[in-house]
Structures are given as structure tokens and as C-alpha cells.
């Protein structure tokens, strides 16, 4: 099985540091993904790639970065984090033709203080 | 504007009986359909998918049901069992093999025993 792993599961930042979050899958995908799961919002995209260096903005990218500089790893930075980026944050990866869609990271429960 | 809406943010259904989750849709290009079930503090897993070419598709206690002409999909737990209670994402894409998952924002179904 697929497996995509986040270098934590919990994190507590202050207001204005720079928030590094990295996620690694080890399935070869060409695809990868980053969300922010808030109440009653549902998941909202950030950003994701489709291959190595190349990056998209999705729905919600203001505030944030991604980088992708190998195809196993796709980080996402908070340039300067703030209190309304308190969130869970979700990395998921994909096939290109997957019937089953994304497979998910465990998630980062990021705390800005 | 959503493209995948699950206008009911909570269900709450007795042990045994069946829950019904509800998802529509407006976009008609949209021709692959997943549901994803999520545990507090862990990633969304895949639960079962729908191509357009049919109208039904069942694994075990989970059946969703597709209806293109009215854009409307559900998932059908029967019986439904109190490790059910999660939050279940309805989500779409154009083709099985290309594009984005847009996902709708999500219903957290209580099984009280």
C-alpha cells in the first residue's frame, strides 16, 4: 500500500515564524497535494504539482508555499505564520490514472500562537 | 461557487439502521465519483467510488448510488455500526484519469449505539 507520511503530527508556532511541513510518499506518484481541513469548510486545496519543481495554486494559496524538488517530497511553507492559519493540514498523493484518488497523509495539526 | 455540495453538515442515526449520505453536483462533466471516510486526527481514506457508466456499485456494507440526470449520488450504509462515525467527503472529477478531486465539504455521521 501506498504511504504517505507527515514529519508531524502536531506542531505549536509562533505569530511571524516561518513553518516548514513536509510530507513524503514512496509510491512513485506523480501527483501531490496540499490541503487545510477547517470546520464546516471541508478541505480546501493550497497548493499541489504534478511532477518535480513544478507547482499549481489551488483554491487558497495566499500565506503559503510549496516546494518540490524531488518527486517523493512536497513541502509546504507558511511564510510567516499567522493565527488564522491554525489548521489541520492534509498531504495527499496520486496516480495519475488512480481509481482510488488520493491517498492521505495522517495530517499536521498546526497551532499558530 | 461549489461545484460538489453535501448539504448536510451532521446525520445521526441509530446502531442497525441504515444512513443514507447525500451529495449533488453541478458540474456535468464531472463522470467519477468517490467517497472518503475521515477519523478525527487522521487523514480521509478511500471508502468506494462510481464511475458515470453506471448507476450502482457495492462493497460489503456501502453502496453508492449515482443518478446523472438529477446530478445526485449517495452512500447507503446498511447496517450502519458505531465505528461508522466519522466524516464522509463526497468527491468528483472530470474522468477516472485526469483532473483535480473537488470535494464537497463533508458530513459527520454520528452511530449511536
Known amino acids: 500500500d501506498v504511504k504517505v507520511t507527515q514529519s508531524s503530527r502536531y506542531l505549536v508556532k509562533r505569530t511571524g515564524e516561518k513553518v516548514f511541513l513536509e510530507c513524503v510518499q514512496d509510491?512513485?506518484?506523480?501527483?501531490m497535494f496540499w490541503y487545510r481541513q477547517d470546520p464546516g469548510l471541508g478541505l480546501r486545496l493550497i497548493y499541489f504539482?504534478?511532477?518535480?519543481?513544478?507547482?499549481e495554486k489551488g483554491d487558497i494559496p495566499e500565506g503559503y508555499s510549496v516546494s518540490r524538488e524531488k518527486k517523493e517530497r512536497f513541502s509546504l511553507i507558511l511564510e510567516s505564520a499567522s493565527t488564522n492559519q491554525t489548521s489541520m493540514y492534509l498531504c495527499?498523493?496520486?496516480?495519475?490514472?488512480?481509481?482510488?484518488?488520493?491517498?492521505f497523509g495522517s495530517g499536521t495539526r498546526l497551532t499558530v500562537v | 461557487d461549489q461545484q460538489v455540495k453535501q448539504n448536510s453538515p451532521s446525520l445521526s442515526v441509530q446502531e442497525g439502521r441504515i444512513s443514507i449520505l447525500n451529495c449533488d453536483y453541478t458540474?456535468?462533466?464531472?463522470?467519477?465519483f468517490l467517497w472518503y471516510k475521515k477519523y478525527p486526527a487522521e487523514g480521509p481514506t478511500f471508502l468506494i467510488s462510481?464511475?458515470?457508466?453506471?448507476d450502482k456499485n457495492e462493497d460489503g456494507r456501502f453502496t453508492v448510488f449515482l443518478n446523472k440526470s438529477a446530478k445526485h449520488l449517495s452512500l447507503h450504509i446498511v447496517p450502519s455500526q458505531p465505528g461508522d462515525s466519522a466524516v464522509y467527503f463526497c468527491?468528483?472529477?472530470?474522468?477516472?484519469?485526469?483532473?483535480?478531486?473537488?470535494f464537497g465539504k463533508g458530513t459527520k455521521l454520528s452511530v449511536k449505539p
Open positions: 495527499a498523493s496520486s496516480l495519475w490514472t488512480g481509481g482510488k484518488g488520493y491517498t
Open positions: 509510491m512513485d506518484h506523480e501527483n
Open positions: 504539482s504534478y511532477d518535480v519543481k513544478m507547482k
Open positions: 458540474n456535468s462533466m464531472f463522470d467519477y
Open positions: 462510481i464511475s458515470s457508466i453506471k
Open positions: 468527491a468528483a472529477s472530470e474522468g477516472r484519469s485526469q483532473g483535480n478531486l473537488i
